[in-house]
């Protein structure tokens, strides 16, 4: 294999990729609407519910049942009229109300069942009106002084870091599904390049002068990785993704890079034309977008989600840019990510390699 | 014009099209993203709480909370199991309940329980599992509150869940891939591979290439619209009228397909082309996702008027007759595309004249 020769099927690579109208405008789109995206999404997670209460002689009680959970806010409003208006206008951003008689504390002291409200606007969840409705009733029975029958609510174990105040929001979760779309992105760039070649016969054109087949297949490597790669990083730091763990995340990157390059080399072999390859890119595109996806959804991801080639980059960005991870806590993504590189790049110089010698 | 030159030119590409990659496109991929958008986009603007149970002695409280609308109770048989999964957060909260825990409340006893939560899960859903479950375990104690509780909806009794607004997207999607994208990379695909001047040295025409590949997207767009509202249950009491506007959106976009696949010289352009437009045809959409937004905007974009309709009619239970106005665009659209689709035949037939 020649530097030289590389280098030089680089140069035209990129040439021929700057000249392509498709490849610049994805990119070009890419670079303004992910980091747009990102930016306009909301930076902080609102776990408070705020709740209008309307109550006489109930102070203590409320105050005690709010000041003892985090994800309560107690908004005391004057009458109905006030709460409802509240509601109606999004003020102090009330999600429900309480609405006590001001009789109240009598009844209740004479036995006597009374009337509570609970307000609600349409698009609050049915789990959040159950459970102001029980709150509503917790509330009458602590004003009579009735403890409930376990303390439950006042301590509960926390398992694992309490994530309360400093939840990850929905922003953060998006940032390495962004980071992925880049590189599948240049999945297919790759695979439409590789096609075109294949389909000019310009590859046999390249081949007749002193360049190897070696040399041209490891000139479509370099081009893929370090297009995708470079895309990716940009993107990643207009995104503020390196703020820590950056050299993991370049790694990371790197890796990222070198599967889909892997992967566009395969496309691009089957490609008969544009459309075949962007069905091709497509078809090999979705099952390798479930790990992203996946990374939305709290928990853990299912067993066949993990071993799904780009199961490693998601988990190591996730980990790294939301919990701060370090080396040795994504150690085993990095290897299996690495893994499926060099398989993804092994498969692609063979199945390209192949379809170049029949030509 | 000859419309049998055109049924020929249909049959054709019926023929032939299931051997396009466009044409399984068309085919599977509303499916797929009915899929997505439903059962993961669903979940994901409204996730529910999700609490795990360990029932060592078959208690009323675990019946009781699976019967709570918006608890995902999920019933484990080991505790250890339930402590590891809490902590992945594969669940918002844990709870165990020893044998004996129903006997133990009802005797007026204070009851040792142990809630687990996750450290990840939102300060309000902790709370909601929590009172919950009190509320349970004060109806086992027998402790019912003296107030009769009555829950009042205020506002806007008109709210849609957010998987209900992504149904136009659905819609828009099956309509404009099988109904835009199918015609234009049909004639940008024949013009490659230059079977198009093949076709134009026998009897058929310009006019009736463009009609029968446009019929075969208006169909394919009608019969996935179709699809699509049948798997997201969205027929409701209109489906006529919802097939004429269907009927209707598949003309335009195919109208709009032959425009840009006459003039679109290569694939390459056509895909840029609709991935540079996609905003205009897209644009309703955003707007019946986010209904903060200025709702008169998205009636400055040509697809509103029969997503808009197939929209109201499927959710807030609109009847045809309210949706006369935007049939009357709809058909005014259709018929003001028929010049520009025109024009760009004749254009392209000279451009193939000169070429030859």
Redesign the interface.
């Known amino acids: 294999m020649s530097p030289a020769v590389v280098s030089t099927i680089v140069g035209k690579d990129l040439k021929e990729f700057r000249a392509?109208?498709?490849f610049l405008?994805?990119t070009g789109?890419s670079v303004v609407f992910y980091p747009l995206i990102f930016w306009l999404l909301p930076a902080t997670?609102d776990?408070?519910?705020r709740v209008g209460v309307v109550q006489r002689g109930l102070d203590p009680v409320v105050t005690a049942v709010a000041e003892g959970?985090?994800?309560?806010a107690v908004v005391e409003l004057a009458d109905q009229t006030a709460l409802?208006q509240a509601?109606?206008s999004g003020e102090g951003d009330l999600v429900a109300g309480l609405v006590f008689p001001d009789d109240?504390v009598a009844?209740?002291a004479f036995?006597?069942?009374?009337?509570?409200?609970?307000?609600?606007?349409?698009?609050v969840?049915?789990?959040?009106?159950?459970?102001l409705?029980?709150?509503?009733?917790?509330l009458?029975?602590l004003a009579?002084g009735?403890?409930?029958?376990?303390?439950?609510?006042a301590e509960?174990?926390?398992?694992?870091?309490?994530?309360?105040?400093d939840?990850?929001s929905l922003r953060e979760q998006l940032r390495p599904l962004l980071a992925f779309f880049v590189l599948m992105t240049e999945t297919f760039a790759l695979a439409?390049l590789v096609a075109a070649e294949i389909q000019t016969r310009t590859v046999t054109a390249v081949l007749v002068t002193p360049a190897t087949r070696t040399d041209f297949l490891a000139a479509k490597g370099v081009v893929g990785t370090g297009v995708a790669f470079t895309e990716a990083a940009l993107i990643m730091a207009l995104i503020g993704g390196f703020a820590t763990g950056a050299p993991i995340l370049v790694v990371a990157l790197l890796l990222g890079a070198g599967l889909v390059t892997g992967i566009g080399m395969v496309a691009g072999s089957f490609g008969r034309?544009?459309?075949?390859v962007?069905?091709?890119s497509?078809l090999i595109m979705?099952p390798l977008m479930i790990p992203a996806?996946s990374a939305?959804?709290?928990?853990?991801a299912n067993a066949w989600v993990q071993v799904l080639p780009t199961y490693g980059f998601v988990q190591t960005v996730v980990e790294v840019t939301t919990a701060g991870a370090g080396w040795s806590d994504v150690a085993p993504d990095l290897l299996l990510l690495a893994g499926w590189t060099m398989a993804a790049f092994a498969a692609g110089w063979v199945v390209l390699g192949r379809r170049v010698a029949t030509l | 014009m000859n419309l049998r030159q055109a049924g020929n030119v249909l049959a054709k590409d019926l023929r032939l099209g299931p051997r396009?990659?466009?044409f399984?496109?068309v085919l599977a991929l509303p499916i797929?993203f009915t899929f997505?958008i439903t059962a993961?986009f669903g979940?994901?603007f409204?996730?529910?709480?999700?609490l795990a149970v360990v029932d060592e002695g078959s208690s009323r409280i675990t019946a009781a909370l699976q019967q709570?609308?918006?608890?995902e109770v999920t019933v484990l048989d080991d505790s250890d199991a339930m402590?590891a999964?809490?902590?992945?957060?594969?669940?918002?909260?844990g709870l165990l309940l020893p044998a004996g825990t129903d006997e133990a409340?009802a005797s007026?006893?204070?009851?040792?329980?142990?809630?687990?939560?996750?450290?990840?899960s939102?300060?309000?859903?902790?709370?909601?599992i929590?009172?919950?479950?009190?509320?349970e375990?004060?109806a086992v104690?027998g402790?019912?509150?003296?107030?009769?509780?009555?829950?009042?909806?205020?506002?806007?009794?008109?709210?849609v869940p957010v998987e209900d607004r992504l149904l136009p997207f659905i819609v828009m999607y099956a309509v404009v891939i099988a109904g835009l994208f199918l015609p234009a990379?049909s004639m940008v695909?024949e013009r490659?591979r230059r079977t198009l001047d093949a076709l134009l040295i026998t009897p058929v025409r310009m006019s009736e290439v463009l009609v029968g590949k446009g019929a075969l997207g208006v169909i394919l767009a009608v019969m996935m619209g179709w699809v699509t509202l049948a798997l997201n249950g969205a027929f409701g009491s209109q489906p006529l009228a919802m097939t004429l506007f269907l009927l209707l959106g598949g003309v335009m976009m195919a109208e709009l397909g032959l425009v840009v696949g006459s003039w679109a010289k290569?694939?390459?352009?056509l895909?840029?082309t609709v991935?540079?437009g996609a905003l205009l045809v897209v644009a309703p959409v955003l707007f019946t996702l986010f209904p903060g937004l200025p709702q008169w905007i998205a009636q400055l974009f040509p697809t509103y008027y029969f997503l808009q309709p197939i929209y109201d009619m499927a959710v807030t239970g609109t009847t045809f007759s309210d949706h006369l106005v935007d049939l009357a665009a709809c058909v005014a659209i259709c018929l003001a595309l028929i010049p520009a689709v025109s024009a760009m035949g004749r254009r392209l037939e000279q451009q193939m004249a000169a070429t030859v």
Do not use: C
Not at chain 1, 296 to 300: D, E, H, N, R, S
Not at chain 2, 46 to 50: E, G, H
């Open positions: 392509d109208r498709f405008l994805i789109l997670v776990e408070t519910l959970s985090d994800g309560l409802e509601l109606l109240f009844a209740a036995g006597e069942k009374t009337q509570v409200t609970v307000l609600v606007t349409a698009d969840p049915p789990e959040v009106e159950t459970a409705s029980a709150l509503a009733g917790e009458a029975l009579l009735e403890p409930p029958p376990s303390d439950l609510l509960p174990v926390v398992l694992g870091n309490d994530l309360v105040g939840q990850v439409t034309d544009f459309m075949t962007l069905f091709t497509i979705i996806f939305l959804f709290p928990g853990t | 396009s990659p466009v399984l496109w797929v997505l993961v979940d994901l409204a996730p529910p709480a999700r709570v609308d918006g608890i402590t999964a809490v902590e992945a957060h594969d669940y918002d909260a409340l007026g006893q204070q009851t040792e329980l142990e809630l687990l939560v996750s450290g990840q939102l300060a309000s859903t902790r709370l909601v929590g009172v919950t479950t009190l509320d375990l004060r104690a402790s019912s509150p003296p107030v009769e509780v009555v829950v009042t909806t205020v506002g806007d009794q008109g709210w990379s695909e490659e290569d694939s390459n352009t895909f840029t991935k540079g």
